[in-house]
């Protein structure tokens, strides 16, 4: 995001789409953005403060259920595990 934001350079494709996304809605990344468009830029850092917490909140809530993983037999873990990297590909 770093690059995106402040040269305007796409630095993998997830910034690539929001680098579009910006274009779409008459954003140019670069940096005169953060003059520019200071309600965006705030807005993108609130959002990242909120995600942050959240994912905390979430992995926190999440310590005790993981380890109940471990208790499943591997016969019924290993083709739940295969199934769902298969699903990604």
């Given amino acids: 995001m770093v690059p995106l934001l ?6 993998d494709v997830v910034t690539a789409v929001m680098l579009g996304a910006l274009l779409l809605i008459g954003v140019r ?7 520019q468009n200071r309600q965006i830029v ?11 917490f959240l ?3 979430l992995g926190l ?11 499943v ?11 769902l990297c298969c699903s990604v590909c």
Avoid: D, E, H, W
């Fill in 42 to 52: 705030n807005a993108l850092f609130v959002g990242f403060m909120l995600a942050q």
């Fill in 73 to 83: 037999p591997i016969s019924i873990l290993f083709p739940v595990i295969f199934a």
């Fill in 61 to 71: 809530a999440s310590v005790k259920v993981f380890p109940r993983i471990l208790k």
């Fill in 55 to 57: 994912i905390l909140g």
């Fill in 6 to 11: 402040t040269l305007g350079i796409p630095g």
């Fill in 29 to 35: 990344p670069g940096p005169l953005l953060f003059q």
